[in-house]
């Protein structure tokens, strides 16, 4: 549900810690980190990769909420909890922005806000 300059997807955290999906600034759409979690509860329990896709699809949403597509994505970042999870994410990027190309910055990082998540994705879209 897009409120003007703010996308909201009902995810639990985004209630909980007072933030919004995505906001839209001018022609970008800046979508707040994703992870796998759905209706409350962190999908795909051990597995980064189908992990990632549902990131990628819940942060693709907003930015579609927000009026922008998949085409107008420029940026992404993901965290990943285990350096063995970078190829397994990395492909999963691949698969959905390939033909876009967007730069991208992966980091590991020590945990995320529910140890059942291995992957948390951000991304940015620009109006062409």
Do not use: N
């Amino acid at each position: 549900m897009s409120t003007g300059t703010r996308v909201f997807s009902g995810g639990v955290w985004e209630e909980k810690y007072g933030y919004a999906r995505a906001v839209i600034a001018g022609d970008r759409v800046i979508v707040s980190g994703c992870t796998a979690t759905v209706d409350g509860e962190v999908q795909h329990d051990g597995d980064p990769y189908r992990q990632s896709m549902t990131a990628m699809g819940i942060a693709v949403d907003a930015v579609e909420a927000a009026g922008l597509t998949i085409e107008d994505v420029v940026m992404v970042r993901y965290y990943v909890v285990e350096h063995r999870h970078f190829d397994l994410v990395g492909q999963a990027i691949a698969e959905v922005f390939g033909k876009v190309r967007p730069a991208c910055t992966g980091v590991r990082v020590a945990g995320l806000v529910d140890l059942r998540m291995l992957v948390e994705i951000e991304i940015e879209a620009q109006r062409s």
